[in-house]
């Protein structure tokens, strides 16, 4: 059985939380897609913990965590991640397993996309500058370089050739602000380090636990409005984030897949540039940046804020067959006199409740107003204990949605979070 965790607005929806939350559940937690560009947030027993590219069921002793060949790895982020883990009673030595197809992202990578975004200058994508991208495009152009290599004799050989092939394209940008040194010295010593983990071949070993019966939480990264094909592309990501990404990023049949849990916030946010049609630039969308703390778990950059969207949200839901919700930050929206939910959008004059090709347009979101509420919900733990106006906006939602919210988060811990039967 493998039951599918995915983000369906534009990243950051709280996939860490739930995921941690429901891993008592599983066997196995297996990312299928994405990099340290992801920084999924955990608070167990008060203290934040932060994951970029470690599944999230690693703070679980009885818990196999997998990373799949669909995930591009950075050595020297890694390692760090891996030791702030353990020291903070993360299980990674005895559970963790990564996949021999994995990509690596080198230091040139990382340079390539830092020169890459800056060439764009005012119509940068908002990278991370992590490398993600022209990791991927080494992959897809069959140039890449996988994890498994590092057990190579020719490592050090193809490491080189797909450096030059990375730092030609850094030279046509004229780009010359970094020390490849250091960077270098810095991988290679990861890499010596990587070499005393668990390597698999995650295809045989995911499908061995499935024919032993063994329930596996497949785990996404970003969220799928930046899915490469079907999000606001250009300003997407480098990988499939919905559920499609699964079976091309675990080794999996579709038949196996079982339920597609979906989560969301109760609003929306996306970082970098892109359309963001329900987008608040006002006090109500800084009030909803600060109540939510909505700067980045990984790059600390303040994330644009609005009301949620629901042509995005069916959208998400329609492309991943998602059969289970979750509502996360519910608490947040505490204070507000309304709470608004973006049900069309106006392109150019133009109604429509399709999720747009062409983002060059003009693109406003039309939305419909709930009442607010002011009650402070973050200790609440049971459905029926909520204040009526959060139970109608939750309702208002399932049936726009068509779709069950069966887990409902009022705060970062594993404690706030209701449960529907």
Same mark, same amino acid.
């Given at each position: 059985?493998?039951?599918?965790?995915?983000?369906?607005?534009?990243?950051?929806?709280?996939?860490?939380?739930?995921?941690?939350?429901?891993?008592?559940?599983?066997?196995?937690?297996?990312?299928?897609?994405?990099?340290?560009?992801?920084?999924?947030?955990?608070?167990?027993?008060?203290?934040?913990?932060?994951?970029?590219?470690? !599944?999230?069921?690693?703070?679980?002793?009885?818990?196999?965590?997998?990373?799949?060949?669909?995930?591009?790895?950075?050595?020297?982020?890694?390692?760090?991640?891996?030791?702030?883990?353990?020291?903070?009673?993360?299980?990674?030595?005895?559970?963790?397993?990564?996949?021999?197809?994995?990509?690596?992202?080198?230091?040139?990578?990382?340079?390539?996309?830092?020169?890459?975004?800056?060439?764009?200058?005012?119509?940068?994508?908002?990278?991370?500058?992590?490398?993600?991208?022209?990791?991927?495009?080494?992959?897809?152009?069959?140039?890449?370089?996988?994890?498994?290599?590092?057990?190579? !004799?020719?490592?050090?050989?193809?490491?080189?050739?797909?450096?030059?092939?990375?730092?030609?394209?850094?030279?046509?940008?004229?780009?010359?602000?970094?020390?490849?040194?250091?960077?270098?010295?810095?991988?290679?010593?990861?890499?010596?380090?990587?070499?005393?983990?668990?390597?698999?071949?995650?295809?045989?070993?995911?499908?061995?636990?499935?024919?032993?019966?063994?329930?596996?939480?497949?785990?996404?990264?970003?969220?799928?409005?930046?899915?490469?094909?079907?999000?606001?592309?250009?300003?997407?990501?480098?990988?499939?984030?919905?559920?499609?990404?699964?079976?091309?990023?675990?080794?999996?049949? !579709?038949?196996?897949?079982?339920?597609?849990?979906?989560?969301?916030?109760?609003?929306?946010?996306?970082?970098?540039?892109? !359309?963001?049609?329900?987008?608040?630039?006002?006090?109500?969308?800084?009030?909803?940046?600060?109540?939510?703390?909505?700067?980045?778990?990984?790059?600390?950059?303040?994330?644009?804020?609005?009301?949620?969207?629901?042509?995005?949200?069916?959208?998400?839901?329609?492309?991943?067959?998602?059969?289970?919700?979750?509502?996360?930050?519910?608490?947040?929206?505490?204070?507000?006199?309304?709470?608004?939910?973006?049900?069309?959008?106006?392109?150019?004059?133009?109604?429509?409740?399709?999720?747009?090709?062409?983002?060059?347009?003009?693109?406003?979101?039309?939305?419909?107003?709930?009442?607010?509420?002011?009650?402070?919900?973050?200790?609440?733990?049971?459905?029926?204990?909520?204040?009526?106006?959060?139970?109608?906006?939750?309702?208002?939602?399932?049936?726009?949605?068509?779709?069950?919210?069966?887990?409902?988060?009022?705060?970062?811990?594993?404690?706030?979070?209701?449960?529907?039967?």
């Amino acid at each position: 059985m493998v039951d599918v965790l995915l983000g369906l607005q534009w990243g950051d929806e709280g996939k860490g939380k739930v995921a941690d939350f429901l891993t008592p559940n599983y066997d196995v937690v297996a990312r299928f897609q994405g990099g340290p560009n992801a920084g999924h947030s955990l608070e167990i027993n008060g203290k934040r913990h932060v994951l970029n590219t470690l !599944p999230s069921g690693i703070f679980h002793e009885n818990c196999i965590n997998i990373i799949g060949n669909g995930v591009v790895i950075d050595p020297v982020r890694f390692m760090e991640e891996i030791d702030r883990t353990t020291e903070a009673g993360g299980h990674v030595i005895e559970n963790l397993r990564i996949s021999h197809k994995a990509h690596l992202i080198l230091p040139a990578h990382k340079i390539l996309d830092a020169a890459s975004e800056a060439a764009r200058g005012k119509e940068k994508i908002g990278s991370t500058l992590r490398g993600i991208g022209p990791t991927y495009r080494d992959k897809i152009g069959r140039n890449g370089l996988r994890i498994g290599e590092i057990f190579s !004799p020719r490592f050090k050989e193809r490491y080189e050739k797909v450096k030059e092939r990375s730092l030609a394209l850094i030279a046509h940008y004229s780009y010359t602000d970094f020390d490849l040194k250091s960077m270098e010295d810095e991988f290679f010593n990861a890499v010596e380090r990587l070499r005393a983990y668990q390597f698999v071949n995650s295809e045989y070993l995911v499908n061995q636990y499935i024919t032993e019966d063994r329930r596996i939480l497949a785990e996404g990264a970003q969220g799928s409005m930046l899915d490469i094909d079907f999000g606001s592309y250009p300003f997407v990501t480098s990988s499939n984030t919905t559920a499609g990404g699964v079976c091309t990023g675990l080794g999996i049949a !579709p038949r196996q897949l079982n339920n597609v849990i979906g989560i969301f916030k109760a609003y929306c946010t996306r970082v970098g540039g892109g !359309p963001f049609p329900t987008e608040l630039n006002d006090k109500v969308g800084q009030d909803l940046r600060d109540k939510g703390r909505e700067y980045g778990a990984t790059t600390g950059r303040p994330r644009r804020c609005g009301w949620i969207d629901l042509v995005a949200l069916k959208y998400a839901i329609m492309l991943s067959g998602v059969n289970k919700l979750c509502m996360m930050k519910g608490d947040v929206l505490s204070g507000f006199d309304e709470v608004k939910a973006g049900v069309a959008y106006l392109q150019d004059g133009e109604r429509t409740t399709e999720v747009c090709f062409d983002y060059g347009a003009e693109l406003n979101a039309e939305f419909v107003s709930h009442e607010g509420w002011r009650e402070d919900i973050t200790q609440v733990t049971a459905y029926d204990a909520l204040p009526k106006e959060v139970k109608s906006y939750i309702d208002y939602l399932e049936s726009e949605l068509k779709t069950g919210i069966q887990l409902i988060s009022v705060g970062p811990g594993r404690n706030q979070t209701i449960v529907r039967d």
